[in-house]
Structures are given as structure tokens and as C-alpha cells.
């Protein structure tokens, strides 16, 4: 025969049941009274809690599974008269007329000739009867009253096993709707896992019937233990957010060992507890305690623990049917944590890519932690978040828009922040102000965290240099941070890290280029000074000198009688010298002015041909021949065509001097083509002057250099063609074969498109 211990979902007077593997309670108990009465069939209909009626849930020795999912209703068939009146019937089927259609069916279908319905009570009355055996027979028969008292007998004694199977069965259903019901909703941790504990807690408490039951889960990171659901009863120190120390408590007895602790009292037992714990449990009525671990593979990643009164100790029965709960939760907390973990990360991936690609365009320090405060608190779905520097615990950040402060930081927070800055690790917790394992602080010197706001997740931000800021998460009390709560706030602090020192290197390369321009600044203000002092002396001197001259000669007796015959010469000759000494001035202040050029279409060979116009007679004159080559095609640029031509007049001066004696200028111009641009318009002004030395090369665009006498130049005129054809978006060089073999100055701008 087989038993219908499993079956398929079925509908019977509207009522739609899942037959799912039986609790091992129904089977144990279906087989005792199968083989009590030497029966062919056994059904167990068990009351749903809060229940009047009964609904068949397992079947012992039946063909087939249509029997699972029969409701009993009180005062309908044989079964309901039992739920009414707590008393056995038995009887013949055939000749039975209180049957309800479904239990006739149920009975001839297996061809059943006698049967017997016998309560199974936990309590006197039927608020005590937890569930309806029918028993059956296949041979017409009577069932004798001795053993129909040794059924009830049998009944009282497993009744309380059959009614916590019954709750617990109702219980996994509901925390695997409150764990699909997350999942459906997408709700992120910490949310998801906090309801299906607490589902657990609370339905633990219930069946074990304590006055507390807290689950507790370990902490990959620190080992520690954080309950992440407290139900029933909350004296002091055992809450939502409670820290153990590993190994501390039931819990950590329980997880160390593997093996369920009890104790009559808990304050007499063996555990660890913190002093925090400790003082509070001196005002405590004994308790006694179970603790039960949650065991997944070979790891254990928590446990559930339970109190009630001491004159209320926990039985054998209790620890079994704790051991069974714990087994029925592990999966379901496991399952939970990681679709929620899973959902966070993959979320935590896109906003980790998008903070990196904005952090890699920042370049201040403060902008990075704004962003990295903002970032963060939806990520792991915190209160408030601050960047704290090290080591001076410096407010850099703050998500509530804080100015840069300085403070003295609260005293556990203190301890909390220093401890991550100083040791590079991430540190949590849900409860800031009853955590035992930061020093223990007295009132007086207790934070000035509000009560909500105690959780604490803090992460390190790292460096080549050690930890430069500490990233502290804060959220409500009993705020339990998942391991991707961590990994997220931790990626984000190594991404800011990172963009940080970015900034901080650019900010130093920006001070020191900034230092080497105030550098250059002041070497070419030396050089500036050094150069007008030495040009502006000689003509400054002979100024002063026929001056000198003029005085000497006004103070003399002899000047009233010889009537100052050489006063015009030596005043014509101080005119022409302050002169000079003005247009040195005036030439400087047209390098330095940096006049911004008018751009217009200019034509080159002609800018060229006025420039030469203007020198040719004076050339012609001391035998030196300018030579302008033709050109075919117009080269044509955007240039400002008055500063255009100060260059070409700078250019050919310079080589006319360069001529010492007869001698030949060539001016060329023409376009060199770009596959990529319109090209370049090239002039060139080559010379068969006396040349430059290679050495002297370098210096020749240096303001006041020059190789002519003095009095004859200055070292404006090729430091200024420089800032000019700049200016326009060209360039200009100068080389030479050297001393006695020329030079030839090129200049190039853009051609107009």
C-alpha cells in the first residue's frame, strides 16, 4: 500500500490546500495509532490555530492521496460531532448514517468496513483538542473500549506534538510569504531580512510559549552577534540592535558549541556576559533561557534565543521543538539575506560606476566628499553621513549640509571613529551607545547621539599614507548593516580615496606651477630691470652730462658776457638723448601692453611690398639690395594687419643693420599645404648679414638682447615680432650658419580658410 504522505494541490467544498511533505510528527503519530489498533488506514485532520475546524493533512496506509485536504466542520459527519463533543465514535460505514458525503467518500474509496474517530486533546475541553485521528478498517469489526482508552491515552500524550507541528507549519508558510513578499516588492536590505526574523521571533515565542525570543545572526566581519529581531517582553539590555561579543551569551554558547544550551537560570549559568549585561540583570527575576542554533552546512550564522520564568523550565520536548524551528528558519533567513544582497549589490555596481565616472571629473577634495556623503546614504539606506579627516577628526562633509568644523568628537563615537582611522578597519554597530565592545563611558560623558540615530557603520578611507578620512554611516537603533552594506560603503570610500589624492595631486601641481611662474615672473622682472637700467643709462648720462655742462657754464662769470655760445648745441644734444631714452620706454610698453590684435582678411605679399616701400630708399642708398620674390597664388590670413607690418618693418631693420656695408636681403612668402587645414602661409627674410653665433641662438627673442653697438638697438624689436605673430596664431624662428654667414628669420600663420 502507499501512503498518501504527499499530494497534489485539490479543492474540496472551496477550499484550495498544497499537500507538501508532512511535519515528522503527523507520520510518528499516524504510526502509533495505525499500529495501536492494527488498522488499514490512518487520517490525521489537524486544527488550524484559531480554528473550529479540521482539515485531513496526512494520510498512513491509504491508495491514494484524495483523501488530503477533506475539512471537518463541527457539527457536520461524525468527525464534527467529535470536535463538538471531545468523545470518540466508532462504527460501521456501511450501515453508518451520520457520515458527511466527504467522509463516505473518503472511507469507501479505501473500502474501509469499520471506523473510529478519536480525539487528541492537550487540555480538558475542546478548546484543547488539537486534532481528529480516523482510524479504518477494511474488515468489518468493533473496536473494543479498552482500546479506545489507550487511543485517548495515546492522544493526550501527543497531541501537543501534533498541534506544534500544525503551528509550525503555519509558521514556515508565513515567513516564506513574508520572504517572497520582500522579494516581490523588491524591498533592499536591511528591510527584508528584519521582517522574516521578526516573523521568526515572534512565531517562536508563541510556540515554545516564552516571554522573549530574539534571533540573533553572526557578523562575518567581527564574528559578533547583532539580534536583528526581538519579540514578546523587552527588559533592559536585550533589544532590537543588542551586540554579544562572540562567544558571549546563550547564543554564542550555542553557536560555539553547535548544540542547544538551556538553563533554569541565566543569571547562575556559565555564559559570558558583558558588564553592560550584567548590571542589568541584577534587577532581574530569574529567568530561564534556551538557546538554539541556526546551522547552515557546517557554518553556523546564528542562533535563536528564548526566556520565560524560571518556574517554567524549558523540557526535552521544547528543545526538540526548537531545534526543529531553528532548522525550518536557517533557509529562509539565508534565502532572504541573499536575494536582498544580491539586489543591493547589483544596484551598488551601477551607482559605484556612475559615482566613479563623476569622481574622475573632480578635482576638489570637498566636491568629492559631498558626493561621496550623498552617494552612500541611499546605497545602504542610512540616516545621515559624515566625512570625518584624520587625524584631527575634522567634519569635511556631512549630508545634513554641516559647515567645515572643528569639534570634539562624542564619546563612543569618538572611540568608534579613532578606532577605524588608526587601526584601517570597518567597524559597525547597532547600537552605539550598548555596544560592549567600545569603552564603557558614564553618563556624564554619554553621546549626545539621539536614541534613534545610535547604529553606526564607519569605513576607512585608504592611502598610500595611511587612513586620510573616516566615512561614518549612521542609521536607527538595532540597524543591523549587511555584508553589502559594507562592501558598498566600502568601494565608494576606496572610489573617493582614490579621487581625493587625484585632487590633492592636481591641486599640488597646480601650486607648483604656480610657483614656477611666480619664479619666472620675477626673473624676467630682474632681467626687465636689469635691461632698461642698462639701456636707459647711457642716454640718461650724456643727458645729464650737457646738462651738467649747461650749469657750470650759466655759473661762470664770463657766461653774462660771451653770450652762452654753446647753449643750443648742448641743449639739442640732451633733447636727442632723453629722446632716446623716451622711445626705449615707449618701444617696452608696446611688448608688454599685449594690445589685442583687430583680425581681419589680410593680404601677405602685400602687408610684405608696404613694409619693404617704406625701408627700400634707405637701403638703396648704403648699396643694400631688397629683393622680393613674386608669388603665384594668393596667401591670404586672418591677422591684424597693422601689427602684421610692424613685424616685416622689425624683421628688415634688423637685417639692414646686419649688413655692414653692400649686401642683400631676400623676402620670400608662400603656402604650404594641409591635408587636415587650409595650410600655413610661410614668410622668410634671409640676410648675408654678419650672422648669429650658434651659442647666441637661444637668447636672440630675450628682451634688451641684442649684438648691435649700443645706441644703435635696444633687444625690443624681436621680442616684440614674437608677441605679435603669437598673438595671431603663428609662430617665428631665427637661424644662422653662424658668425660672418647670415641669418634668415621665418614667420608662419594659419591660412584663411
Avoid at 286 to 299: H, I, Q, R
Avoid at 374 to 382: E, F, T
Wanted: aromatic fraction near 4%; include cysteine.
Amino acid at each position: 500500500m502507499t501512503n498518501a504522505s504527499v499530494g497534489t494541490t485539490r479543492t474540496i467544498s472551496g477550499v484550495g490546500v498544497s499537500a507538501l511533505a508532512p511535519p515528522p510528527a503527523l507520520v510518528e503519530t499516524a504510526h502509533a495509532f495505525r499500529a495501536l489498533f492494527d488498522a488499514d488506514v490512518v487520517w490525521l485532520a489537524v486544527r488550524e490555530s484559531r480554528a473550529r475546524s479540521a482539515v485531513i493533512r496526512y494520510a498512513e496506509g491509504a491508495r491514494d492521496r484524495h483523501g488530503l485536504g477533506v475539512r471537518v466542520t463541527p457539527g457536520i459527519g461524525v468527525g464534527g460531532t467529535v470536535l463538538l463533543s471531545s468523545r470518540p465514535w466508532s462504527g460501521r460505514t456501511s450501515a453508518e448514517e451520520g457520515l458527511s458525503p466527504s467522509e463516505r467518500a473518503l472511507l469507501l474509496a479505501e473500502r474501509i468496513e469499520a471506523a473510529l474517530v478519536l480525539p487528541l486533546l492537550s487540555g480538558a475541553g475542546t478548546t484543547g483538542l488539537e486534532a481528529l485521528v480516523y482510524v479504518g478498517s477494511r474488515q468489518s469489526r468493533i473496536f473494543q473500549d479498552g482500546a479506545i482508552e489507550q487511543g485517548l491515552r495515546l492522544g493526550v500524550r501527543l497531541a501537543r506534538r501534533v498541534r506544534n507541528a500544525q503551528r509550525l507549519n503555519e509558521a514556515t508558510r508565513r515567513w516564506s510569504l513574508v520572504a517572497h513578499h520582500g522579494v516581490d516588492r523588491g524591498i533592499q536590505m536591511p528591510h527584508h531580512i528584519d521582517d522574516v526574523a521578526h516573523a521568526i521571533a515572534a512565531d517562536a515565542r508563541r510556540l515554545l510559549r516564552s516571554g522573549t525570543a530574539i534571533v540573533f545572526l553572526v557578523d562575518r566581519l567581527s564574528r559578533a552577534l547583532h539580534s536583528v529581531a526581538v519579540d514578546g517582553v523587552d527588559p533592559p539590555a536585550i533589544r532590537r540592535g543588542q551586540v554579544l561579543p562572540p562567544g558571549f551569551g546563550a547564543a554564542g554558547r550555542a553557536i560555539d558549541t553547535r548544540m542547544p544550551f538551556v538553563t533554569t537560570d541565566y543569571a547562575a549559568s556559565p555564559v559570558r556576559i558583558s558588564d553592560m549585561f550584567a548590571d542589568a540583570m541584577k534587577t532581574w527575576t530569574p529567568v530561564a533561557a534556551l538557546s538554539v542554533p541556526l546551522l547552515f552546512e557546517t557554518e553556523a550564522i546564528g542562533a535563536i534565543t528564548l526566556a520565560r520564568a524560571s518556574d517554567r523550565p524549558y523540557s526535552d520536548d521544547d528543545i526538540q521543538q526548537a531545534e526543529i524551528i531553528a532548522t525550518e528558519a536557517t533557509p529562509l533567513l539565508m534565502r532572504a539575506r541573499a536575494e536582498a544582497e544580491s539586489r543591493q549589490r547589483q544596484h551598488g555596481a551601477a551607482e559605484m560606476s556612475r559615482l566613479a565616472e563623476m569622481l574622475t571629473k573632480t578635482r576638489d577634495v570637498s566636491v568629492v566628499c559631498e558626493r561621496l556623503v550623498h552617494s552612500v546614504i541611499p546605497l545602504v539606506d542610512g540616516w545621515d553621513c559624515t566625512v570625518w579627516a584624520n587625524p584631527d577628526h575634522l567634519i569635511i562633509a556631512s549630508s545634513r549640509g554641516a559647515p567645515v568644523v572643528r569639534q570634539e568628537l562624542p564619546g563612543r563615537f569618538s572611540s568608534l571613529v579613532r578606532k577605524v582611522a588608526f587601526e584601517a578597519v570597518t567597524f559597525w554597530t547597532p547600537d552605539l551607545t550598548n555596544d560592549p565592545r567600545l569603552p564603557h563611558w558614564s553618563e556624564g560623558h554619554r553621546s549626545h547621539e539621539t536614541v534613534q540615530d545610535r547604529a553606526v557603520l564607519a569605513v576607512p578611507l585608504p592611502s598610500e599614507a595611511g587612513v586620510i578620512a573616516t566615512l561614518a554611516v549612521t542609521g536607527m537603533t538595532g540597524r543591523v548593516f549587511s555584508e553589502a552594506d559594507i562592501e558598498l560603503a566600502q568601494g565608494l570610500a576606496d572610489l573617493a580615496a582614490l579621487a581625493m589624492a587625484n585632487a590633492r595631486a592636481y591641486h599640488d601641481v597646480q601650486l607648483s606651477k604656480a610657483a614656477v611662474l611666480r619664479h619666472e615672473k620675477l626673473v624676467l622682472a630682474g632681467r626687465l630691470a636689469a635691461g632698461l637700467a642698462h639701456e636707459l643709462r647711457n642716454p640718461l648720462q650724456n643727458a645729464v652730462g650737457f646738462i651738467a655742462e649747461m650749469r657750470e657754464a650759466a655759473a661762470a662769470p664770463e657766461a653774462l658776457t660771451s653770450g652762452f655760445e654753446e647753449f643750443p648745441s648742448l641743449l639739442k644734444h640732451a633733447h636727442s638723448e632723453l629722446r632716446r631714452a623716451a622711445n626705449i620706454v615707449d618701444r617696452l610698453l608696446d611688448y608688454v601692453r599685449e594690445r589685442k590684435p583687430a583680425f581681419e582678411s589680410v593680404d601677405v605679399p602685400q602687408v610684405v611690398a608696404e613694409a619693404v616701400a617704406l625701408v627700400s630708399s634707405a637701403a638703396a642708398t648704403s648699396g643694400k639690395r631688397l629683393t622680393v620674390w613674386p608669388v603665384d597664388v594668393p596667401l591670404r590670413v586672418q591677422a591684424d594687419a597693422v601689427m602684421l607690418k610692424q613685424v616685416v618693418l622689425n624683421i628688415l631693420s634688423n637685417a639692414l643693420d646686419a649688413l655692414e656695408g653692400p649686401g642683400s636681403i631676400d623676402i620670400t612668402a608662400r603656402l604650404e599645404p594641409d591635408v587636415a587645414s587650409p595650410g600655413r602661409v610661410i614668410v622668410t627674410v634671409q640676410d648675408t648679414g654678419r650672422g648669429i653665433p650658434p651659442e647666441n641662438l637661444p637668447n636672440v627673442f630675450d628682451l634688451f638682447y641684442t649684438t648691435k653697438e649700443v645706441g644703435k638697438g635696444v633687444g625690443l624689436g624681436l621680442a616684440i615680432c614674437q608677441a605679435m605673430v603669437e598673438q595671431q596664431g603663428g609662430t617665428i624662428t631665427i637661424t644662422s650658419p653662424g658668425a660672418g654667414q647670415g641669418t634668415t628669420v621665418t614667420f608662419e600663420l594659419p591660412a584663411e580658410r
